[in-house]
Every structure is written in C-alpha cells, then in structure tokens.
C-alpha cells in the first residue's frame, strides 16, 4: 500500500483532500461552462427537466446502492499491509458482489418508481418515457469498489483524473449539442453516455491496481461461490449505506417536490443554488475519503495523542475555510446564480446565503461521522439521521408547499443544525471513552 514516508497524518488528509480539491475545482469550472450552454439551448423549463430525471436517477441510485468502498477500506487496509491476498481478494470480492447487486436492485426500484409516482411528480408522457429508457443506467452508476480500491491504494490523484475525464466529456459533448442546437433527449443522453464512461475507466483503472498490488491471478471463482463470510462486514455495510441512502434522499427530495408543487423552472433555480452552495462548501467535505484511511490507522495503532492532535488541526482548518465560505456567499451568491441560470432570480443572493448557511453546518459534521464510523459508532450516525429526517420531512413539506424553494432552504438549515448537534453529542461520548479529552500520562 503506497504511504509516504516522514508525512504527518494531518499533511496526508490535506495532501490528498487537496488532490480532491483541485479536482473539484476544475469540475466546477466546467459547470460553470456547460451549465449556460444546456440553458440556453433547452431553456429553463427544459433545463429543470433535465435536472428532474438526472435528480430522479440519482436519488434511486443513491438510497438503492451498497457504499462497498467503506467495508473494503475498514477490513481490506490491515490484509493488504500483512500481505494477507486471499483475505484481501475475499473482501474484494465481496464488494464487487454487493455492487452488482445493488446496481440490478436500483434499475428495478426505478421502474417501479417511475410507473407508480411520475404522475405525481406532474412530469409529462414524454419525460416518464425518457427516464424508463435511461433508468438502465443505474446498473452501472455504483463504482463502489473501484472508487474503494483507489482510496486503499492512496491514489487519489486517479480518482481525480476519472472524475474530470468525465466531465470534460460532457462538457465537450454540451458544446455540440449547443452549437448544433439538440434537443432536452440529446442533453439526457450525454448524461448517460457520461456515467457509462466513468464506469468503464474506474473499473479498468481498479483491475490494473489490483493486479499490480496482489500479483495474483484474479479469484473469478471466489467472486462467483464465496468460500468463507467475513464477520460484521455485512452490518457495517448495511450500516453505512443506509446512512449514505439518507443523506442522499436529503440532497434529491426537496429538487423532485419542488418540481411538483411549483414545476421544472423553479427545481432548476433551487437545485442550482444549492449545487452553489454545495460547491463552495466542497473542499471541506473532500475530507471525508481522505479521513477514513487515517482514523482507522489511528484506531489499529491505538494512537489517542496523534488523533486528538490531527482533529484539533482539522477544526482550525475548517473555521478558517467557513469564513470564506460565508463571505463568498454573501458577496457573490446572487451574481453567480444569475450567470449560471441566464436568468435574473429576485433576492437570489439572500437563497444563496441560507443554503450557504446550512453547507456551513455540514462543513463542521465532516470531521464527526468518519470518526463516529471508524469507531464501530455507524448506527450512531444512522440513528441521528434517522431521527434528523423524521423532523425535516413534515417541516420540508410544510415549508416547500407554503414559501417554494424559500422553504426548502429554511428546511435544509433545520436538519443540518439537527444532524450536527447529534453527532457533536455522540462524538464527545466516543473521544471521552477513547481518552481524547484528558490522555492518560
């Protein structure tokens, strides 16, 4: 497993969270260019149709997938150091397993979905077509493994090179059907044809790594008849996909109801404000996949004072990053969702300015749930998310139905500021146990 030497835990998370960074920086850029372009081909309307079978795709995607890349980092990392191949190629395969399985499970789930709720989201015949067709691309929206691998390995500059293959696809593929004037399908199967792209590379790139790191032939028949169960892999796979599946359905709901209480115009202003926001507040949620490999070193290793040390620098770090944030969103929210939209919104920069506030308050949560999950605390988070969505649905509604997209803002503060508060709780219990608060001399 590649690990540089004479580097601090705390300048690998910041090494590799700013690989994330950049990656995600030049992704935004291009958003910021292929976004306009869909705009003014398809119009608003059409944008926001866009956005309302995208949203939809993913949201099944998301609440149906397995997170197989959390159980092959928390049990693959101690096999692969001791050079334990088959218990690392029996985790391994196991992950693989988990995604086909979930990928299969989305497609159907979406089906069902479409047929059953298409009428009630108000979208139209050829739309509810449309989304039929591409709802066979979640089978392959699950790189769950692949992405697991790169992070094991610590080459998360690949990862990074993925991602922006991809977008440069469709951004290239955008131009095109800018300059050529397509229609919203063309638009739809760029999306598609870009996940399908992403797909072949991370598994390709995964299957060299594996290759190059094992030097063993792959066990096609371990991956087919499993040869022995691996204890608690499957609850903290459950555990932490559920609470993956919450998260995701807090990003996607408010963009599908709003399309249906108040139609497509006013989901594409709500969804882009918030991938805004979202964007600002990035770099600090690119700690997550950088925190994981150390806290678990940090846990096999029992070392209280390292990890005590590495929290209390990431802490400085992230208020530093808010208050950029904050500033950013103040200042230049308004201008930005105007360029992005072609469209001028009223009061754009006070929306921009509370969905900044909630990524606020997510930014300050990054940190607590890779620590609460590498310490065997996943049902912890799980339950405050559970608990943070009983409150938020009936206020999302309410608000959503009374002021539109004001409302969904308001909401998106309310479980933001309940999700902390619960993991800040669950947190301080785990670091007093732990010795974090007061270190045994």
């Not at 002021?403 to 508060?421: D, K, N, P």
């Amino acid at each position: 497993m590649k690990e540089e030497k004479g580097k601090t835990a705390f300048s690998r998370i910041m090494s590799n969270t700013t690989v994330i960074v950049i990656g995600k920086v030049l992704n935004a850029i291009c958003s910021f260019i292929f976004i306009p372009w869909t705009v003014q081909t398809i119009g608003l309307n059409g944008f926001g149709q866009l956005l309302l079978i995208t949203s939809y795709l993913i949201l099944i995607s998301d609440i149906t997938h397995l997170h197989s890349w959390q159980p092959l980092v928390h049990y693959g990392t101690l096999s692969l150091k001791e050079k334990k191949y088959k218990k690392f190629n029996q985790i391994l395969t196991f992950c693989m397993r988990a995604d086909a399985l979930s990928g299969l499970t989305g497609m159907i789930v979406g089906l069902i979905g479409i047929s059953l709720f298409s009428h009630l989201m108000k979208w139209p015949d050829s739309i509810q077509k449309l989304a039929e067709f591409c709802n066979l691309t979640i089978m392959i929206m699950n790189r769950g493994w692949p992405v697991g691998v790169l992070r094991l390995l610590n080459r998360f500059k690949i990862a990074t090179t993925i991602e922006l293959i991809g977008t440069l696809t469709r951004t290239a593929g955008t131009f095109i059907g800018y300059e050529l004037q397509f229609s919203l399908y063309y638009f739809v199967w760029l999306w598609c044809f870009t996940q399908f792209i992403l797909f072949i590379i991370y598994n390709f790139v995964a299957f060299f790594l594996v290759h190059q790191s094992v030097k063993q032939p792959f066990p096609w028949k371990e991956l087919f008849f499993p040869t022995i169960k691996i204890p608690g892999i499957w609850k903290l796979t459950v555990g932490t996909s559920i609470n993956e599946i919450l998260q995701a359905f807090f990003k996607q709901i408010s963009t599908l109801l709003i399309g249906a209480w108040m139609g497509a115009s006013d989901a594409a202003i709500f969804r882009v404000a918030s991938q805004i926001t979202n964007a600002m507040a990035k770099p600090a949620s690119m700690l997550i996949p950088a925190l994981y490999p150390e806290f678990i070193r940090f846990r096999d290793n029992k070392d209280q004072e390292g990890l005590r040390h590495t929290l209390s620098r990431i802490y400085i770090t992230i208020a530093v990053f808010s208050v950029l944030v904050l500033t950013v969103s103040l200042g230049l929210g308004s201008y930005i969702l105007d360029y992005m939209l072609h469209h001028r919104y009223p009061q754009g920069g006070l929306l921009i300015s509370i969905l900044a506030m909630s990524s606020l308050i997510d930014i300050a949560v990054v940190p607590l749930e890779p620590l609460l999950t590498v310490m065997d605390k996943v049902y912890s988070v799980l339950w405050g998310k559970a608990i943070a969505i009983l409150i938020y649905m009936p206020v999302l509604f309410g608000l959503t139905y009374r002021f539109g997209v004001w409302g969904a803002a308001e909401a998106s503060v309310l479980s933001s500021a309940i999700m902390f508060i619960w993991c800040s709780v669950s947190s301080v219990r785990v670091m007093a146990c732990f010795g974090l608060f007061f270190p045994k001399k």
